[in-house]
């Protein structure tokens, strides 16, 4: 029997990662787990770390590095052995150290990174209009039938502030900076695998999964 899939996916925002997590997730057999899925379930299991994010959460304040690392390698000592897809963590190179420390050496198969050029994910997000009211999400590519009339609850369809260009520009250059250690550490470890993120979903689908393969048999 193959062993579950255990690996990380990443990305600028905009880039597709959380579509592709999910199909991926359903291929492998295994679990996408964002870090908010994560604070949900310890929250639910009233768990002492799950008790300190709530509280940090209730304030409204960013949840320290250390509980977010405890609450990670607390699920991860929990499911870890069923694989799973890990979205949204690490986001540091200190992160991806404690969470290297938490399953070892080998566990984990590698971090796919979908790399689409800057001025498309600026395209897709800065396009991006959701209903005021319901949340549904539409693009100026693919409107709402009735022009910025939500379809599904009859709400206005707007732009977010942080949807803008000159919002998305600076939060994509904050991703760079943060990021490019994040991938050095991996690459180091030989377990980056880079793929071409630009395409429609099934496209993308087929690089990633021919990515995984290789790299799986490869190890």
């Not at 996916?9 to 905009?14: D, H, L, N, R, T």
């Not at 409204?60 to 799973?84: A, R, S």
Request: aromatic content about 6%; overall charge negative; glycine content about 10%.
């Amino acid at each position: 029997m193959a062993y579950a899939l255990k690996m990380l996916i990443s990305g600028k925002q905009g880039a597709g990662k959380g579509t592709q997590a999910a199909k991926l997730a359903d291929h492998y057999g295994v679990a996408h787990v964002s870090t908010g899925d994560m604070f949900r379930a310890a929250v639910k299991a009233q768990t002492p770390l799950g008790q300190t994010a709530k509280g940090f959460m209730d304030r409204g304040e960013l949840v320290p590095d250390d509980v977010v690392i405890g609450v990670v390698v607390e699920f991860l000592t929990n499911h870890g052995d069923d694989g799973f897809i890990l979205d949204g963590f690490p986001r540091t190179a200190a992160q991806a150290e404690a969470l290297e420390e938490a399953v070892g050496e080998d566990g984990l198969d590698l971090l796919l990174d979908l790399d689409v050029p800057t001025d498309i994910v600026v395209a897709r997000i800065a396009g991006r209009r959701v209903c005021s009211e319901c949340g549904a999400t539409y693009h100026v590519d693919s409107p709402p039938n009735v022009q910025w009339v939500c379809d599904v609850c009859g709400g206005a369809v707007v732009q977010r502030d942080d949807d803008t260009e000159d919002a998305v520009a600076t939060r994509l250059q904050a991703y760079q900076e943060q990021t490019k250690p994040l991938l050095d550490f991996y690459a180091e470890r030989d377990l980056l695998v880079q793929i071409d993120g630009d395409g429609d979903v099934d496209e993308v689908f087929a690089r990633a999964v021919a990515a995984i393969d290789g790299a799986r048999a490869g190890s």
